[in-house]
Structures are given as C-alpha cells and as structure tokens.
C-alpha cells in the first residue's frame, strides 16, 4: 500500500514495488516524485523526517534528516526582530533531504539509489500535469514567485501561472537528480551542487557556505515512545514537534471517548483542549536538544497526562498563545508485502520554501531556519549549527510490535490535531483510513504572519456544535466543507488478523491510494 499527496508520487511508489523493490525504496521514489510534482510543498532543498519499522530487525527507528543553520547565522548577522521570511537570508539551514534518502535507501532499500530516483528524474525532465493544488498555491504566491528570477523562469512560465494540467518541465532539477543517481548524496553536499547553490547564495545575499554542507549529516534516532489503548505510539524526537501528538493520545486516555459521540462538542472541545495543553510544553521546551535539555521522560509520563488532563474543563477553553506555523508539507506512507513499513514527511516550511532557486540546479531552497527567534533568551534562538524547531512528525503505532496505523499530515500546527483525529477516529471510534482522513475536521492556531487563537472549523461540522464551542470560549470561523487549511492526511491501517493493508487519502488535495 501506497499513500500520497499526489497521485504521481503514490504510482512511483506502487511501480517501485511491483519492480521488486521494498518499502524502503518505494519510499525514496515517492520523496524524490514529491520533490518534483508538487514543487510548492517540497524540494530537495528542504528537510524530512522518517518512522521505519524493518520487519527483519523489529521495533522502530527514526532518521532525522533535518539541517542545522550555518555557521555564518548568527544572531548579530540580522537587523530583527525577525528572520526575513523569504529570499536568500531566510534560507540559512543546509537542505536536509538527500541525505535523508541516502541513509534510508542505503540502509534498508534492495535497489540501487539510481532506480529509486528513475521516476522522478522523468516527470523533471519530461514533465507532469499541473494539479490544482500547484496552481493555486502559484496563484496564491504569484508576488513572491515573481521577485526572484530563476524562480520565476521555472514556476511562472511566460510571466504567467501555468494552467491546471498543462505539462510542467524543470529541466535542470532533473539534471540535478540525474547527477545524484550517479554520484550519491555527496555531489549534493560536496561536489558541484553544493558549490553551485553556495555560489548562488553568496552572489545574492545568503549566508550558507561550502564548508556548511560538507559538515552536514542526519543522524539515526531512538524515536519518542508512547501508548495509546494498548497500541504503541512512536514518534521522532525533537527536534520534532511529534512528542506533542503522544502527550495529546496521553491526555484523551483520562476520558472515555467509547461514550463521547463523535463529531459532538464534546469530542472537539476534548481533543482541542489536550492538544493546547501538550502546546504550552512544545513551546516551552522544544528546540535542537543538543543546545537545550528537553524533559521528555517527564512530558510522555502518563501520570503527568493525568494532571493535564485534569486541568480540562469540559465548559470553557483554556487561553493560550500561539505562534504561526509554516503549513506546507508532504505526509506519505508505503508498507510492503514483507512486514516493512515506512511512515515520512517533508517540506519547504513556507510554500516554495524561501522562493529562491539556487542558480542552475533547479533546487528550491527552504526557509525553515526562519522559524529560529533572535531572542537570546528564547529557546529556539538561533545560534550556528543549530537545528530549529521542526513542524514535521510522522506518526506510527504498533500492535503487538507490528505495524498498525502510519499516519500524518501536512499543516504546521495541524499536525498533531489532525494525527489525533486521526488515531481516536480508527481506535476509539472504528472508521476506516479513508473515513477518518475524509470526515471534518478543525486546526486551532495556525496562521500565516500572525499569532492567533482562532479556532477554524470546516462547515460541515454541526452548526449547533460550532455554537457551543464558541459559547465555550473558542474563536470560532467557519471555512469550507473540505479545506485545504485543515491539512492533508494520509493513513494506512493494517489489520491485526488479516494482515490486510487499508489506505486513506486526503480529498482536499491531488493524493491516491495504490495497493493490491
């Protein structure tokens, strides 16, 4: 089974597969695809993070394939008070993600690295359809696409947002990926296309050097562990938010969702109150946990669920602040025939990252550094070397140490309120992947350019439940029946009788479920 945002992306995966390839490769093919057919979502120049369970070994082990900020970032090197968003000074941290393949693919893949990026190398160099979702976020985006000019040559064809299934070429990603199918991850990092993004960099403004992309490597991870009704939750450890979507499962186990009516007020309001409560903490605590001790024993501690728990009050909500979170991102998911399974997710932060593509590579860069806060005392402050806070988190749980659910979504501060929809949905309320990922949903928070508390609900939600939350304290703003501001998820269940593979994706975007 295959799962995607895009259904090029998930038909690679199923080809990769029926090539004789593993979970592990098809995996890579569908990054390196999402790298290319949805290019307002995800890059090479941007990060991912990954959840594996490998049959053979058992268990599961997570790879963090994040970059640290150069060593030319510092604090003093910025006017403030904030990091510039976009252009070359937003794009401070080396791209994450080609290392992420190598290690993966290296690790656990049966094909070489080269057929594990054959497909996305054709739909570079001899083009896709344009899916609504690109060209909508071109729309939305056409200002900030058109005051960079190599982006705008690629992503803005003739000065002009490409149509919806027009074919859409990027000739020279493709020659970049076709250069790392030969030389393997260190032509990005050492050879010529790392020194023609830092040329790229240095000409315009940037601070990323040579020597920032030599030193780069992601690191293997004992992921962040927890249970939710008997199943196994795991999650990657900071410097991912994921801790944030056990502590939340941690929550809801003080209640008894079996006697909460899903899509009630009470449903909402409890998950919406866990989550916020399990934010106070990620914002408290959450950085690169090599520069910052994070408790994290404490935080997944189930009796500390408990005291959080009870500071729910099934009447009122709970005031918090909130940060706005980057939104743009790509979940995916592919379990094989063998008992492999792989759960992962990537992103630019910001569609179209930085909006900078560096010089002749084709490769978007990504502005994730700009997260980091130029307030020494911030604990997501930046410093050289560093990794910032990170929105992505795949999620998978095991039942009797087998996969069970691979589940995640795109959407900043959605992810962890989409992944406990998610998880109560198939555990406590026994929906499909597919009715779980389709029925409505909600993100409290997130928001470009502004911190905010509102709490927006898609308008299939009973309009007498919107009332009540609002009655309760919630900002309440009702959006589209299926809006893409909720997130894009994806999920695959594995029944623990039959072994039978079950995927859902996302009808608010361009995604496919393949499996056989």
Sequence with gaps: MVVSPHHLAS??????????????????AVSACLAVVYPHMTSLGGDSFWLMHAAAEGGVTAYNASGRSG?????????????PKRGPASAITVPGMVDGWA?????????????????????????????????ENSVSRFDVLREQPITSRIYLPGGRV????????????????????????????????????????????????LEDFEAHAGEWARPAAGSYRGYDLYQVPPNSQGFTGIMAAHILESFDLANVPHGSYEYYHLLIESLKLSFRDRDAYLTDPGF???????????????????????????????????????????????????????????????????????????????????????????????????????????????????????????????????????????????????????VWGRTWGERTQELKLEARIAPEVADRLAAAGHKVRIVGEYDGIVGHAHAIRIDRETGMRTGGTDPRCDGAAFGW
């Excluded at 038909?11 to 890579?28: C, E, H, S």
């Excluded at 060593?71 to 990091?83: K, T, V």
């Design 103 to 135: 290690a993966v693919q290296g690790r656990y893949g049966r094909l070489t690295f080269a057929e594990a990026l054959e497909p996305a190398i054709d739909y570079a160099k001899n083009g896709f359809p344009v899916s609504p979702d690109q060209h």
């Design 292 to 442: 910052s001790d994070i408790p994290l024993k404490r935080l997944l501690s189930k009796e500390y669920a408990a005291e959080l728990a009870g500071r729910i009050d099934p009447e009122k909500t709970l005031p918090q602040a909130a940060e706005p979170l980057g939104s743009d991102t790509a979940y995916a998911a592919v379990v094989d025939g063998d008992g492999n399974a792989v759960s992962f997710i990537q992103s630019l932060y910001f569609e179209f990252g930085s909006a900078v593509t560096a010089g002749e590579t084709g490769i978007l860069l990504q502005n994730r550094g700009s997260f980091f806060s130029l307030d020494p005392a911030h604990v997501n402050r930046l410093e050289p070397g560093k990794r910032t806070f990170h929105t992505l988190m795949p999620a998978l749980a095991l039942a009797d140490g087998k996969p069970f659910l691979l589940y995640g979504t795109q959407g900043g501060e959605g992810q962890p309120q989409t992944q406990t929809a998610l998880l109560t949905r198939v555990v406590d309320y026994g929906m499909d992947p597919q009715a779980a990922v389709s029925a409505p949903r909600w």
């Design 162 to 209: 490409p149509v919806i299934g027009s074919r859409f070429r990027q000739r020279e990603l493709g020659e970049s990926l076709e250069k790392i199918a030969r030389g393997g991850r260190d032509i990005f990092y050492r050879g010529g296309i790392a020194k023609e993004i830092v040329r790229h960099l240095g000409a315009t403004g940037g601070l990323l050097t």
């Design 11 to 28: 038909a690679a995966g199923a080809r990769i597969l029926l090539k004789g390839g593993n979970a592990f490769d098809a995996a890579v």
């Design 71 to 83: 060593r030319l970032a510092s604090r003093e090197r910025f006017a403030g008070p904030d990091i």
